[in-house]
Every structure is written in structure tokens, then in C-alpha cells.
């Protein structure tokens, strides 16, 4: 199977940065998209970032122009750059990735264990 472990959450104040990171392991083939959706109280769960195989990526306009995901190929890790945080950032955030494996070649979506990410004003 395929693990997904991410790092970097934290709390800090308005218009500071942080930067995530999401590492998959196991028996991985290929890797379709990746990226990182968040949650807070009391609302839906809401993409925030994510990167295609062919390196084009998707914000929404929450977040579009603040926040930058980037990967390493060879390591099977992204990162989600955010900067100029807002307390409205302030949220679960949950690294997924489209998984191909050596013993299911289909994709298959993999969720990390979430970390928190909390801004104050």
C-alpha cells in the first residue's frame, strides 16, 4: 500500500508563511496528481492546491497568487508554499495523491494523516 506522511503545520500570525510537505512510500508506479485540500470547522472540505502529471496546477481563488505547490519527482514529495496567511487559512490541511501501484496499476486516490495549520489576526 501507499503511505502519505505530511509535516510543516503550525501556528503563526497573519501575513507570515509556512511550507508543507507531503511525502508518499511504498511500491508506487506513477503518481497522476497530488496536492492538498483543507478543512475547517464548520465548512466543506476545499482544494487549495494541485499538480497533474504533466506539472500544471490548479488553485481557487481563495488562495490563488499565496499559496504555491511544488514537487520532487525522484522523491515522491510535494510541498504547498503558503505565504501572506490568513486567519481564513486557518484549517486542517490534507495531502492526497492519484497513486498508480505495482500491485493495482489503476489510480487510486491517497490521503495523508492532515496537519493543522492555525493563523491568528
Known amino acids: 500500500q501507499v503511505q502519505l506522511v505530511e509535516s510543516g503545520g503550525g501556528l503563526l500570525q497573519a501575513g507570515g508563511s509556512l511550507r508543507l510537505s507531503c511525502a508518499a512510500s511504498g511500491m508506487i508506479l506513477s503518481i497522476n496528481e497530488m496536492g492538498w485540500y483543507r478543512q475547517a470547522p464548520g465548512k466543506q472540505r476545499e482544494l487549495v492546491a494541485s499538480m497533474h502529471r504533466d506539472g500544471t496546477t490548479e488553485y481557487p481563488d481563495s488562495v490563488k497568487g499565496r499559496f504555491t505547490i511544488s514537487r520532487d519527482n525522484a522523491k515522491n514529495t510535494w510541498y504547498l508554499q503558503m505565504n501572506s496567511l490568513k486567519p481564513e487559512d486557518t484549517a486542517v490541511y490534507y495531502c492526497?495523491?492519484?497513486?498508480?501501484?505495482?500491485?493495482?496499476?489503476?489510480?487510486?486516490?491517497?490521503w495523508g494523516q492532515g496537519t493543522q495549520v492555525t493563523v491568528s489576526s
Open positions: 492526497f495523491a492519484d497513486v498508480a501501484t505495482i500491485e493495482r496499476t489503476s489510480y487510486r486516490t491517497y
